[in-house]
């Protein structure tokens, strides 16, 4: 059973940093990073392979955010510059079986609980 908690969250002014953190319990999963806001599907922000060697960003995150995870410690990045004020969501953290990426959150297996994050302009 895989648990993942993720922190890093909280309020920040627009044009600001945050770097999100996500502990898995272990790290054979591909993992990925999600947003929500309330009314609407979660939508995917970032995702990355078991190996690393594959990443897969949202259109819209391009070049402002850089997912990494560390492998000794299983925990997942996301690093999250340039913010705007709707970029304010609830992030989860989610993990798959399987060696691909998807952007599908339907094919994640296990979830965090989230973290907000709030980006005031």
């Known amino acids: 059973q895989m648990q993942l908690v993720e922190s890093g969250g909280g309020l920040v002014q627009a044009g600001g940093s945050l770097r999100l953190s996500c502990a898995a319990s272990?790290?054979?999963?591909?993992m990925a990073w999600f947003r929500q806001v309330p009314g609407k599907e979660r939508e995917f922000v970032a995702g990355?392979?078991?190996?690393?060697?594959?990443?897969l960003y949202a259109n819209s995150m391009k070049g402002r955010f850089t997912i990494s995870r560390d492998n000794v410690k299983n925990t997942l990045y996301l690093q999250m510059n340039s913010l705007k004020p709707e970029d304010t969501a609830v992030f989860y953290c989610?993990?798959?079986?399987?060696?691909?990426?998807?952007?599908?959150?339907?094919?994640?297996?296990?979830w965090g609980q989230g973290t907000q994050v709030t980006v005031s302009s």
């Open positions: 989610a993990a798959r079986l399987g060696y691909t990426v998807r952007s599908n959150a339907g094919e994640y297996d296990y």
């Open positions: 272990n790290g054979i999963y591909s």
């Open positions: 990355v392979s078991r190996s690393r060697d594959i990443t």
